[in-house]
């Protein structure tokens, strides 16, 4: 068996060497000295897909375990928790495809995938528990995770709070059929001007549709996230993102795979319910030493009591993600180790990439259990 030695590369190159060992896998060694300040990031939905914890439940089954017992646990009394139980853990042909992308599944689905496979990283990686400050932080859905994963709200908890975080959002746009088309979504695009005065060319556009009367007064058009400097997300009517981008020449942007619009004013009216939910729950700042810092991603403040994680929780529905200003803060804070954690933490990782200062050397390292060619291979060659 093998132990596995992450190695110091120069900003954007970055690699796993492997070396020999008599005993068991048991942890992950990082080059860097054990003061390293470490960033771990979490994904957000669209990033879900039938049976993620699957290759986890094969090769780590008490872990796995353990989070399947924080679901049925967190929603006993949910009609849904059979289905939710089976796109987690079986890839089965009879079940509908488009059933999983529906935000009330997908979001704890992609929330306990993500803390298994953080828990099975940090239960094996030494260096994680000892080492120097540690900031936690994700996209989107991620934040809550990363609340999780630190230790500020517990699983169970976390799970109910995303049950009831994607209920909410499907009831506030009528939206749980998935054989339905849905009205709504985002539409990613890629940039080459700077943020600013692309948002300032959307704003003049969409003003200029609505003076023609080509958009209705109430089709909403919101920018929603700021993924790196060469990318951004707009959220709202499926209609109106089209016309916009019809006017706006924008032919190499895609539609998401996603039914809500998320970051975008239209969900403000989950606020009632969520926020119930985030209430019920035990929220606290983990102890220190090492330090655990948290941030919003909404703006990049630091979160720095238990009252700002549910704050940031209620408000992360509708506030737009700006990920370039929280990866250049984070960076800020000294950190130059970077470890993207579960399903869709790959293209998290990218993002991370494309957004940090490039002077800077950084050691980055995505950990998806459902994509070939990450780090996550090396650790099942090493069982």
Not at 107 to 134: E, F, K, M, N, Y
Not at 178 to 204: C, H, N, T, W
Not at 238 to 257: H, Q, V, Y
Request: a positive charge.
């Amino acid at each position: 068996m093998r132990n596995i030695r992450l190695s110091s590369r120069p900003h954007h190159c970055h690699r796993l060497r492997l070396c020999d060992r008599q005993h068991a896998f048991k942890t992950i060694v990082p080059v860097r000295h054990a003061s390293t300040a470490t960033a771990v990031f979490f994904p957000g939905q669209a990033t879900e897909s039938q049976g993620m914890l699957a290759p986890l439940l094969r090769h780590f089954p008490l872990i796995t375990r353990e989070g399947l017992d924080a679901v049925s646990e967190a929603l006993h009394d949910d009609p849904e928790l059979p289905t939710i139980i089976r796109l987690l853990t079986i890839n089965d042909d009879n079940d509908d495809k488009r059933l999983v992308h529906r935000t009330a599944i997908a979001q704890p689905c992609i929330l306990l995938s993500s803390i298994v496979t953080w828990r099975i990283l940090r239960d094996r990686c030494a260096d994680l528990s000892s080492s120097g400050d540690t900031v936690y932080f994700g996209h989107s859905l991620g934040q809550i995770t990363a609340f999780a994963a630190a230790g500020a709200i517990s699983l169970v908890d976390a799970l109910k709070i995303v049950r009831q975080r994607g209920l909410a959002m499907e009831q506030v746009i009528s939206d749980n059929d998935v054989s339905a088309p849905s009205k709504y979504g985002m539409l990613a695009v890629p940039i080459k001007q700077p943020i600013p005065e692309f948002a300032a060319r959307v704003r003049d556009c969409e003003q200029r549709l609505r003076s023609n009367g080509t958009l209705a007064p109430d089709q909403i058009i919101d920018l929603a996230n700021l993924n790196s400097p060469g990318q951004v997300v707009l959220s709202g009517h499926i209609a109106a993102l089209d016309k916009l981008g019809a006017e706006m020449g924008l032919r190499r942007s895609r539609n998401l795979p996603v039914r809500i619009p998320f970051h975008s004013r239209l969900l403000r009216g989950v606020e009632s319910r969520l926020r119930e939910a985030v209430n019920a729950a035990a929220v606290k700042m983990p102890p220190a030493p090492p330090a655990t810092r948290f941030l919003r991603n909404s703006d990049a403040h630091e979160i720095a009591t238990a009252d700002d994680i549910r704050e940031s929780i209620v408000s992360g529905c509708w506030d737009s993600v700006d990920w370039v200003r929280s990866v250049r803060r984070v960076e800020d804070w000294g950190v130059t180790r970077w470890i993207g954690v579960g399903p869709g933490s790959a293209v998290a990782t990218t993002l991370v990439e494309r957004s940090l200062i490039a002077s800077r050397r950084h050691e980055i390292v995505a950990y998806d259990p459902m994509k070939i060619g990450t780090a996550w291979d090396t650790i099942v060659a090493a069982l």
